[in-house]
Structure formats: structure tokens, C-alpha cells
């Protein structure tokens, strides 16, 4: 059954709670007691050693809580309906004329898709657009009311809408609440999250599909809009839409002098670069070289890489790794390294250790 806005907030609090708990736990014994196997980002850590585990506790993951903000801000119902809004069932149709004759009017579109007007009959609705909505009753009303006619007119009819329909839309793959859910007629792909819950953890922010009529007709990168601004993608939702969010792609640990610290999820032959400008970008007392750690193998220890991001920015980067960028030590100290080295150049010291 369709959850309401109540009890998705508290199904979102107990996972926060059981969140905490889990982050409470002090070895891995107790981790394996307590683990949320939904979340294979863990389960998949476990057995490597405490030492070798990526100290994610600190870490939140990118993206995620923007989409957990309903029902507490409800951004849409001050919004106008725009002209290309398509009239369906339950949509209250305002009708007023005023002037020489007086009138007001509020019908609502049935099932069948038509409203009853008095002394014109039945007309249908559904299907038409709001701003062909006045020429298509226009007509209609100068053929009872003479004053709406010809250039010297003495009254004025005006359309408007009222309360609006809600839409169906299906959200499954990692959807906080999977299902079919009633959602506002406005609505696009972030807003319809918004009123369903969000997305799990376990879910992907770069792939979110709208699926219509058996076919992908869209794909949003919500890493776009939260980075660069851009919505371009962030489609509206139509009746009988699938918004189908699959598994995240992978998971890069990003720790250190970055503007945001957090679990990002890149896609395929995406670089250190791509993933700094996730990030924020550098702090200004960040190091340029960065440390990368990647694990092999689920048998073997992890490799460490070392990579100047002045001159590898283009370092692709694998699901798992984890992301260390040093801040410049404060030291009036500084030796000088040149030759056979991966990494030539001045380096701070501390002449106490």
C-alpha cells in the first residue's frame, strides 16, 4: 500500500537511527552482528581486516539528502499551471464572465473526461491543453451569451483552473518507497522523489530513468544539477510514468582538502579531475599530490598511487578507491628530492620526528 508523507518521515528516522547504531559498533564481530546486508557498499567490506577498512563513518554520501526534504518544504503549489499543462480527470475548471453578464462557474473533469455546463451541454476536456482551453469554449459561450460576440462585446469571459489533478507514477529499483504513489501534477523527476522519499544509499544518483509506455524516453544526472546547475534533464512527469533508479555504479571515498568531503559515485572512465570538481575543488592550503588507494583484489592488500594532479588529472579512477588529499604542512623546513622519483620537488619536513 502507498505510504503517506508521515510514514515515510519516520521510516526515514529509523534508518537513521539504525544507521547510528551500526556506526556505534567497535569491532568487526560486532559490524557482522548488526550489518544492513541491503547495503552491499558494507557487506562487501567486511571480511578485509579493521586496518584495511575505508574510515567512511565520517564520510556522508553525496547527493542524497537534497531529495529528503518532503514534506517539510513543499516548493510547487504556488506555481502557475504553464500553457502546455494537459487537462485530465479530477482537474476543477473555474469559468467567469463578466460585464453586461454575470457568471462563475466551477466544474470538475470527470472520469470521461467532460464537464456539464448549463444551457451549453457537455464538452469534453481531457487531453486539451491549457492554453488552447479558451478558443475551444469560447464558441461555445457566444452561441447562449450575445454579449461575449462581435468587436463592441459588453462581457468577457476568462478560463481558469483550480484545484489540480494528481498524477500515478511507479518508482522502483532503489526507491525509499517503491510503488505506485499519487504525486503532483507539476511534478518532475527530483520533485516526484522529494514527495516519495528519496533515494537509498544503495541507488544510483547518475542514471535516474523515466520510463513511458515501454521505452527510456529520459535520464537524469543529478550529479549535474547539484554541480553545475543544470536541470536540463530533470523531466516532468507524465500519468502512468516508471521513474527507475538502479544500483549506484561505485563508490570513491574522497577525504582530506576538498571543499566537500563525502562517498561520490563516478561512471565508467571518469577521472580525478572529474571527481575534485564534485568535490568543490582543492582547498587553498590543499597538496597537490594525492594519494589513491585502490584494492587489487579481494586477495590481495591494497596499492597505493601517488598522483600530481597539475599533471595527471586524467587518472581513472576505480570503484573502491579511496582518496587522500594532504594539506601543505606548516614548516619553514624543506628539503629537495630530483632525479629517479616518481614525485621530484621541494618537500616540507618537521626536524623534531
Known amino acids: 500500500s502507498q505510504l503517506t508523507p508521515e510514514e515515510i518521515m519516520i521510516k526515514r528516522e529509523i534508518e537513521t537511527l539504525r544507521e547510528k547504531s551500526m556506526e556505534r559498533s567497535k569491532s568487526v564481530s560486532e559490524d557482522a552482528m548488526n550489518i544492513d546486508y541491503a547495503d552491499t557498499l558494507i557487506a562487501g567490506d567486511f571480511f578485509q581486516s579493521e586496518s584495511e577498512l575505508p574510515d567512511d563513518d565520517i564520510l556522508d554520501y553525496y547527493g542524497y539528502n537534497i531529495l529528503t526534504t518532503f514534506p517539510e518544504r513543499i516548493i510547487w503549489n504556488n506555481q502557475p499551471p504553464s500553457g502546455e499543462y494537459m487537462l485530465g480527470t479530477g482537474d476543477e475548471v473555474i469559468i467567469e464572465i463578466w460585464g453586461d453578464t454575470q457568471l462563475r462557474a466551477v466544474h470538475i473533469i470527470d472520469q470521461y473526461g467532460k464537464i456539464n455546463i448549463d444551457k451549453i451541454g457537455q464538452i469534453n476536456l481531457s ?12 464558441s461555445k459561450f457566444q452561441n447562449v451569451y450575445s454579449s461575449l460576440k462581435g468587436p463592441d462585446e459588453t462581457a468577457y469571459l476568462d478560463i481558469s483552473l483550480g484545484k489540480l489533478k494528481s498524477i500515478n507514477v511507479t518508482f522502483v529499483g532503489e526507491s525509499i518507497s517503491p510503488g505506485i504513489h499519487a504525486i503532483h501534477s507539476f511534478s518532475t523527476i527530483i520533485t ?8 537509498s544509499k544503495l541507488g544510483s544518483l547518475r542514471d ?6 515501454g521505452k527510456k524516453v529520459a535520464s537524469l544526472d543529478l550529479y549535474d544539477y547539484l554541480s553545475n546547475g543544470d536541470a536540463g534533464s530533470d523531466r516532468r512527469l507524465l500519468d502512468g510514468d516508471i521513474v527507475f533508479i538502479p544500483i549506484r555504479y561505485s563508490t570513491i571515498f574522497v577525504r582530506g582538502e576538498v571543499m566537500r568531503p563525502a562517498i561520490y559515485e563516478l561512471l565508467s572512465n571518469e577521472t ?12 587553498a592550503i590543499s597538496q597537490k599530490v594525492i594519494r589513491i588507494d585502490r584494492l587489487e583484489s579481494s586477495t590481495e592488500s591494497s596499492t597505493t598511487h601517488l598522483i600530481n594532479f597539475n599533471t595527471q588529472p586524467s587518472f581513472i579512477l576505480e570503484n573502491g578507491d579511496a582518496i587522500e588529499v594532504y594539506e601543505i604542512p606548516t614548516s619553514d623546513h624543506q628539503i629537495y628530492i630530483f632525479g629517479k622519483v616518481k614525485n621530484p620537488g621541494s618537500f616540507a619536513f618537521d626536524t623534531e620526528k
Open 192 to 199: 516526484g522523489l522529494m514527495q516519495t522519499g528519496g533515494i
Open 127 to 138: 487531453g486539451v491543453a491549457l492554453k488552447d482551453l479558451q478558443s475551444k469554449l469560447i
Open 272 to 283: 580525478l579531475d572529474d571527481i575534485v570538481h564534485f568535490a568543490g575543488g582543492l582547498t
Open 208 to 213: 535516474i530513468q523515466i520510463i513511458r509506455n
